[in-house]
C-alpha cells in the first residue's frame, strides 16, 4: 500500500509538533509545507528533513499529496478544510473546526461528500491525565454522578494575538474548548446548558465564563474559565465524582484517585512524559494515520466535531441571553 502523502498548510508552532510526530511515524510521508511567508515553511521543512516548501493550499497540492494538516490559525480553517475535502483529500484540522455555525455546517457537508477522511485536532482527550480518566470510567471503575471543570489562559497578553477575537474566533474557541470537548468525551451527551459571562478586562469579548451542564446519563457538571487569573498552578483542572470516589487531575502532570471509602489515594504522576506524549499530540497522531491506513474510525470526525462546534455556539447564546439551552433538541435539529 502507497504510504499517505502529508503536506503541511501552516507553519506555526503546533505545525512543528506535529511535524516532528508524523516524521517518526514510518507509514506516512511528509512531502511539504506552505505557509504564507515561505521562510517559515522553509525552516519547518530543514528541520523534518527535505520536504518540499510553498506559500499557498495550492502549492501543497500540486506536491502531490493525499492528505493535508491545517494549522493555520482558528478563523482560517474553514476554507482551505473546504477546499481539501472537495478534491477528495484526507484533512486532519487543528481545533476549532469552525468559529461560527456557517463555518461548521460547510465543513460537515464537504466531509459528508468527500472521499477523503476529516478529523479534528484534539489531543486533550488523548493526553495521559485524561486516558487514566477515561479508562476509570469506561472500566466501570469510576461511575460519574457530577464533575467540576476548570481551564483558565492566566492571561491575554503574550502572545498579544491570543486577545484578538477576529483570529482566535473568541476565547472559547482558543483555549476553553479543549475542556468543553472534555464534557462530552469523559461524561457523555449533553442535555442542557446555561453560561453566565462577563467582560472583565476584555473590550472586546467575554473573558469569565460560569458555566453549568446536565447530562443524558442525569449526571451535572460545571465548568469555569478565565482568560485573566494568572498561571497559578493548577490552571487546568478536571474533578470527576462517583458514589464514594474521586479522581482529579492536575494540569497534565498528575491524577489522584480513590474509588471507595477505604482506599487509599492512588496517584500517578506523568511530569516525566515528552510533551508530545503527555498532551496527547503523539496518540491523536497515531490513531489518525490509522484510519488512513487501516480504514479505521478517525479520533474525532466530522459529526463529532459539528457537535463540539455547535456545543461552543450555544455556550455564547446562552451567555448572551441569559437562558438555558436544550442542547439535546438542538443537536438533533442542526446535525441529525
Known amino acids: 500500500m502507497k504510504k499517505p502523502r502529508i503536506g503541511i498548510l501552516g507553519a506555526g508552532f503546533i505545525a512543528g509538533v506535529h511535524a516532528n510526530i508524523l516524521a517518526d511515524d514510518d507509514r506516512v510521508e511528509l512531502v511539504g509545507v506552505a505557509d504564507l511567508v515561505e521562510d517559515n515553511a522553509a525552516r519547518l521543512a530543514t528541520r523534518i528533513g527535505h520536504a518540499q516548501t510553498g506559500s499557498s493550499l495550492e502549492d501543497l497540492f500540486r506536491m502531490d499529496v493525499d ?64 486516558d487514566k480518566l477515561k479508562q476509570l470510567i469506561d472500566d466501570r471503575q469510576l461511575a460519574p454522578t457530577s464533575a467540576q471543570f476548570k481551564l483558565n489562559r492566566g492571561e491575554l497578553l503574550r502572545p498579544a494575538w491570543t486577545a484578538d477575537p477576529a483570529q482566535t474566533g473568541g476565547f472559547l474557541y482558543e483555549t476553553t474548548i479543549h475542556q468543553i470537548d472534555l464534557l462530552r468525551y469523559l461524561l457523555g451527551p449533553i442535555a442542557t446548558l446555561r453560561c453566565a459571562a462577563r467582560q472583565t478586562i476584555s473590550s472586546t469579548e467575554f473573558d469569565d465564563f460560569s458555566m453549568l451542564f446536565t447530562f443524558v446519563s442525569g449526571a451535572t457538571a460545571t465548568l469555569s474559565s478565565c482568560a485573566h487569573s494568572g498561571w497559578s498552578f493548577p490552571f487546568e483542572r478536571v474533578e470527576i465524582y462517583g458514589r464514594y470516589a474521586t479522581a482529579m487531575t492536575e494540569e497534565l502532570e498528575r491524577v489522584r484517585y480513590a474509588l471507595n471509602l477505604d482506599d487509599t489515594v492512588h496517584t500517578e504522576d506523568y511530569t516525566h512524559i515528552g510533551f508530545a506524549d503527555k498532551g496527547g499530540y503523539a496518540k491523536e497522531n497515531r490513531l489518525f494515520v490509522d484510519a488512513l491506513v487501516n480504514g479505521s474510525a478517525p479520533p474525532v470526525d466530522a459529526e463529532d466535531a459539528a457537535a463540539l462546534n455547535l456545543l461552543l455556539a450555544c455556550i455564547y447564546e446562552s451567555a448572551n441571553n441569559n437562558q438555558e439551552i436544550d442542547f439535546a433538541a438542538r443537536r438533533r435539529e442542526h446535525i441529525g
Not at 466531509?111 to 493526553?127: E, H, I
Open 67 to 130: 492528505t493535508i494538516y491545517v494549522t493555520t490559525p482558528n478563523t482560517r480553517h474553514v476554507d482551505p478544510v473546504v477546499a481539501a475535502l472537495e478534491q477528495g483529500f484526507n484533512v486532519f484540522c487543528e481545533k476549532p473546526m469552525a468559529t461560527d455555525l456557517v463555518g461548521g455546517d460547510r465543513v460537515l457537508a464537504a466531509a459528508r461528500d468527500s472521499a477523503g477522511v476529516y478529523n479534528l485536532g484534539m489531543n486533550r482527550r488523548y493526553a495521559w491525565t485524561h
